[in-house]
């Protein structure tokens, strides 16, 4: 049985991340910890060899938030394969620049609440169109 989460391997590097976050990650860390959003989250959390930035598990929802150097035509093709990667197993990606969070991080948890909620949903087509459940 391969290990997909969190692996001890990368135990190291996931710490070291955490202990050097960017200003954007501690920001949206402080209203994503503690289920404030009625979800709980993890930070640097490890999925086959890549590091998640922020992972709800339980809804397969990863957010990722890009910096300057992901502009980087090199940056962006690992991020291409990143996505790649989680997406075949299922989990949605979802990614804000830094700026966006330092400038409105209230609009970038919006965005991230209502995929909570769609992820959610025992029914999330009905819900988006506004059709009532069964």
């Known amino acids: 049985m391969t290990i997909l989460y969190n692996k001890k391997s990368l135990k190291e590097c996931r710490r070291d991340l955490r202990m050097h976050m960017t200003q954007s990650e501690t920001l949206l860390w402080s209203v994503l910890r503690g289920k404030q959003l009625g979800v709980k989250f993890q930070r640097q959390y ?5 590091i998640a930035d922020f992972c709800a598990s339980r809804l397969k929802l990863v957010i990722e938030l890009d910096g300057i150097t992901h502009d980087d035509p090199i940056v962006q093709e ?12 299922g989990f949605t990606v979802l990614h ?20 909570c909620e769609q992820q959610a ?6 819900k988006e169109e506004g059709m009532e459940k069964p």
């Not at 966006?100 to 209502?114: A, C, F, S, T, W």
Request: aromatic share 10%; no cysteine; charged share 40%.
């Open 46 to 50: 490890s999925i086959g060899r890549y």
């Open 78 to 89: 690992k991020d291409r394969a990143k996505q790649k990667f989680l997406e075949e197993r």
């Open 96 to 115: 804000f620049k830094d700026s966006e969070v330092l400038g409105n991080v209230d609009n970038v948890l919006k965005k991230i609440r209502k995929v």
């Open 121 to 126: 949903s025992p029914f999330p087509l009905l």
